[in-house]
């Protein structure tokens, strides 16, 4: 990991803030740290990995708010219960990885992303999330979804009073267009997939007062998001004129966005006077491609693996231990 990451004024934040064992709401340094974790359908492997990483270190409660688009919801809220251990594995157990992913729904007339399937047996029984521990949590989730009406990336936190308002955030925050059915309804609003609009809401927690902000990238420097321009995106672009302009040019738009979202994040890292302070974790040269809807165990193995090892480098450890 280069020095100058290392030595950036958010690991050094971080590093402080864990050896003070300062916790959320009882902060003597007058900043305000905010995680932002990126989506993006499978490689979320590699953004949950980090997450494990930063909890392993005990960084968890050096974080006062967590931001997540998409998949990265998902880890946000694990990350927020204090439950990575618990949860993100599954991310590399085959059964579990793919138990959304519901192919034979298509003859059932229903998503073959299944998001209610997610947050009600999976969550539920098969890898139980803290839910009301998460409601709960000083260190606040915000999941972030796209608003069917205007387009817009939307925090759905003011929505989540108690566990059924989070699964549906959560299934919000992840609702695919097409592949997961109808827009989810949540506090008399409608709510598409996050990466609709933000993928990497970083912008979000600048606006809500950060000083120092965390970003979890699933996407190596050299991997770039390509719209392809073709009849599956003209098909989901019809579909979401139907709910608005506004989200259809906002899906329309998500790859340029990307580009956008680089180079800012990348200007704001470059800032010499560090105000607000940005730093973005990318996974390294070399990690695998893992496409939205992945089904090669190994390479999301691989991936969680390459987040996890990342961010253990960065904050100086050794590197972590098996899973």
């Known amino acids: 990991m280069p020095e100058a990451l290392s030595s950036h004024p958010v690991t050094r934040l971080i590093a402080a803030r864990i050896a003070a064992g300062s916790r959320p709401g009882q902060r003597g340094d007058g900043h305000r740290l905010a995680l932002v974790i990126e989506g993006g359908g499978m490689r ?27 998949a990265g919801a998902l880890n946000a809220a694990w990350f927020s219960g204090g439950a990575t251990a618990a949860g993100l594995p599954a991310w590399t157990d085959p059964v579990l990885r793919t138990a959304t992913v519901r192919r034979r729904n298509l003859l059932r007339g229903r998503p073959l992303v299944d998001g209610r399937y997610l947050t009600e047996v999976v969550y539920e029984r098969l890898t139980p ?13 915000h999941a972030v979804g796209t608003d069917a009406a205007t387009g817009r ?5 003011p929505y989540v009073h108690d566990a059924p308002t989070l699964k549906l955030a959560l ?25 609709l609009s933000a993928a990497v809401p970083f912008r979000m ?4 007062g950060a000083t120092h902000v965390l970003v979890l990238r699933s996407r190596r420097a050299d991997e770039q998001e390509i719209s392809d321009g073709g009849r599956s995106t003209a098909i989901a672009a019809r579909y979401l004129r139907r709910h608005s302009a506004e989200v259809a040019a906002a899906f329309v738009d ?9 180079e800012e994040l990348d200007a704001l890292q470059g ?5 607000p302070a940005v730093l973005s974790v990318r996974p390294p040269e070399g990690t695998a491609d893992i496409g939205r809807l992945e089904r090669d165990h190994l390479r999301v193995v691989a991936g969680l693996e390459a987040g996890r090892r990342t961010v253990h480098e960065l904050l100086g450890s050794d590197g972590p231990g098996p899973a």
Do not use: K, N, Q, W
């Open 44 to 70: 979320g492997a590699i953004s949950g990995g980090m997450a494990m990483a930063l909890e392993e270190l005990g960084a968890r409660e050096a974080f006062d708010d967590v931001y997540g688009a998409s």
């Open 129 to 141: 999330m803290p839910f009301d521990r998460i409601v709960a949590s000083p260190v606040r989730l």
């Open 153 to 157: 990336a939307t925090d759905l936190a």
């Open 171 to 195: 299934r919000a925050s992840t609702a695919l267009p097409l592949l997961s059915g109808p827009p989810v309804a949540l506090g008399g609003r409608r709510f598409f997939d996050a990466g």
């Open 205 to 208: 927690a600048l606006e809500h």
């Open 254 to 262: 998500r790859a340029a966005r990307l580009l956008r979202d680089d």
């Open 271 to 275: 800032r010499r006077d560090g105000s």
